[in-house]
């Protein structure tokens, strides 16, 4: 992975039983480290870096005589600056 992309936008489109289009919604989730306008998402400890030596082997390994030390991801959804529960 070279970049991290900030934003996600999803789309769903319904189809009738005559496989007509009955209509597409769009939601753009945007990954930012503090609330915007519109849906947000935080990932919650997104600032981790998982990295993996020649052999394969993780830097949070306990293989590894000093690992880095790593936190669980989780993630808030937020809508117009608001946590969604």
């Excluded at 189809?15 to 849906?39: H, M, R, S």
Aim: proline share 4%.
């Amino acid at each position: 992975m070279q970049q991290i992309i900030n934003y996600s936008t999803f789309r769903c489109s319904c189809f009738d039983k005559e496989q007509q289009l009955v209509g597409t919604a769009t939601i753009t989730l945007k990954n930012t480290l503090a609330p915007v306008n519109g849906y947000s998402l935080i990932i919650n400890h997104g600032d981790q870096v998982f990295l993996y030596n020649e052999d394969g082997t993780s830097l949070h390994s306990a293989a590894i005589d000093e690992p880095y030390q790593k936190f669980d991801l989780s993630y808030t959804l937020f809508y117009n600056g608001q946590p969604i529960d």
